[in-house]
């Protein structure tokens, strides 16, 4: 109905970075020997799943919410997210006082809907199709006259989580920065931050093997429009999105190496989980973990190096912890 | 053999804190909105399972190790845990130079003995029982002249572990302190640093009902010296220490509180851990969640409070992560 919205620039970053100073957590990078040993390099984890409503994704929605006027904000934002995205877009319009719209289709996970409730969002049930939930946020959008806050198409989203790599390139120089795709606003994020800041870091994005959309788009260099992904990584499951393609698939660091994508089976990424809850005492997602792994499995590529991992989120199901029911 | 040690004072937490300020790690304070809510009071979780060697047994090992003079340290340190003292204790002594043998019962867990010899310890098997343990030890001593320094029943290894305490009383003001029990390692130095910091701050112990010696100790005024223990909590079945027993006796706030003993069942305890992996997202061994689940289960006692807790270690048994196996 629009023409699509300009991409947004590395001076967006630094925008949305003042934005959410006093709303957003600076999360801990770090460190562990053991860890570090087996990869043959030395790993900066940057602690997101620490962040508020225990994933990076808070620094996007808060960004997007922040950045409404008065008399927008007013009408409130909607969103369709059963997941990570929702709690943080409930969670920051709460903290601008305004009502937030969540679709949720059937079937979503109990805990994560009573998460979701807790800060504060009015659900609204749907069917379980993708369909039905843009269909519902559309019919809300126009009764209600409240925004959309797209959880990865969406400038100051993608922006906003910009600000996680450019945080953790303020704590730590890195030669290579690896961090999960799914619908790609962290990783477009990324690309604005390290353009800024850090030019001659490498990106490289971990993917499930089972939702490796994103390996095919820069492989062949067309975005991807249809999957059905079988992952555990129920975080990184979503097509990476329009505005986040063009911004990886143009991205070159100073020396000209593309974003590099390594794609990641399920077992090695709860191999992962399971070393990062031994040695670090962190308990992360799937969807955070497959970073580690994919590092993990392809050692020669960060021999030596000061490498980044960004830990996304720690909003793990507690039906999916039998040992501590 | 020789007289018992007089029972360290206040100055000794405050002469460890000076030698191991460089060694170990000041760990950070945790909050967790959620579960202040369900507690009905504000808690300041001690982090000590991110200690080094993942326990706060590396502060009292540490200070034992570093008390003792260039001659007798040439000579090694001894002593038998197959958990997380003979892990502290090993990585303790590398950090001076000197040998570390630690006696390991027959059946101990293959991934704990893996850790203590990572630290470069030298193992020594035994018989599973507590005699055949204590033998081999005083063997060892004889032969090397190595120093046997006790998991709790020691006064350096007391202040080191008070230091604990200290540093969260830098951290955090208190109405009162909770920690787990088992051998009063930990407890008995928390009378010290209390005494020194902060008098007035309630100290109260958290314990398996299973191995609920301390309680029973403190109720008849005599220490127990047998018990069969039945609990998950493999780091608190020990007795009380005789020093740590006289120490936790005598003790009274400066309004005239003994201290307090909660015992808690297993089952609260796995509970308690399962809210701090998902609230928090830290992973702490059962012998740490005890200290929440005891706020848990007697809120009248801490209503509006600021109560410290200390997570004292977070060295799980991997094989009892099957949901990361």
């Given at each position: 109905?629009?023409?699509?919205?300009?991409?947004?620039?590395?001076?967006?970053?630094?925008?949305?970075?003042?934005?959410?100073?006093?709303?957003?957590?600076?999360?801990?990078?770090?460190?562990?020997?053991?860890?570090?040993?087996?990869?043959?390099c030395s790993?900066?984890?940057?602690?997101?799943?620490?962040?508020?409503?225990?994933a990076f994704k808070f620094r996007g929605a808060c960004n997007a919410v922040w950045s409404l006027s008065a008399e927008v904000a007013a009408r409130g934002v909607v969103t369709h997210s059963s997941g990570n995205h929702g709690a943080?877009?409930?969670?920051?319009?709460?903290?601008?006082?305004?009502?937030?719209?969540?679709?949720?289709?059937?079937?979503?996970?109990?805990?994560?809907?009573a998460a979701i409730a807790s800060?504060?969002?009015?659900?609204?049930?749907c069917e379980a199709t993708m369909a039905a939930r843009e269909a519902a946020c559309e019919q809300l959008r126009s009764q209600t006259g409240a925004t959309l806050v797209h959880p990865y198409a969406n400038r100051d989203v993608i922006a906003g989580q910009g600000t996680a790599t450019l945080e953790l390139l303020h704590q730590s120089v890195l030669d290579a920065l690896v961090l999960p795709v799914g619908g790609g606003g962290l990783a477009a994020g990324a690309v604005l931050a390290l353009a800024h800041a850090s030019p001659r870091t490498r990106l490289v994005l971990a993917e499930p093997s089972g939702a490796d959309d994103t390996f095919r788009a820069l492989e062949t260099g067309r975005r991807v429009e249809s999957q059905?992904?079988?992952?555990?990584?129920?975080g990184l499951r979503a097509l990476l999105g329009a505005p986040n393609f063009e911004l990886l698939h143009a991205h070159?660091?100073?020396?000209?190496?593309?974003?590099?994508?390594?794609?990641?089976?399920?077992?090695?990424?709860?191999?992962?989980?399971?070393?990062?809850?031994?040695?670090?005492?962190?308990?992360?997602?799937?969807?955070?973990a497959v970073a580690l792994a994919a590092v993990l499995a392809e050692p020669a590529r960060f021999?030596?190096?000061?490498?980044?991992?960004?830990?996304?989120?720690?909003?793990?199901?507690?039906?999916r912890l039998p040992w501590l029911a």
């Open positions: 109905m629009t023409a699509p919205a300009p991409l947004p620039r590395p001076d967006d970053v630094l925008a949305a970075a003042a934005r959410i100073a006093d709303r957003a957590h600076v999360t801990p990078v770090l460190h562990a020997r053991t860890i570090d040993e087996a990869a043959g790993l900066h984890f940057k602690a997101e799943h620490l962040q508020r409503a225990g943080a877009l409930a969670l920051a319009a709460a903290s601008r006082g305004i009502v937030c719209h969540v679709v949720v289709p059937e079937g979503a996970v109990a805990a994560k809907l800060y504060g969002a009015v659900l609204h049930r059905t992904p079988a992952t555990v990584c129920d070159r660091s100073s020396d000209g190496a593309p974003v590099e994508v390594i794609r990641v089976d399920d077992a090695a990424t709860i191999a992962a989980m399971r070393r990062l809850a031994v040695h670090t005492k962190q308990l992360v997602e799937p969807s955070s021999a030596g190096l000061r490498v980044g991992v960004v830990l996304s989120g720690g909003n793990v199901d507690p039906d």
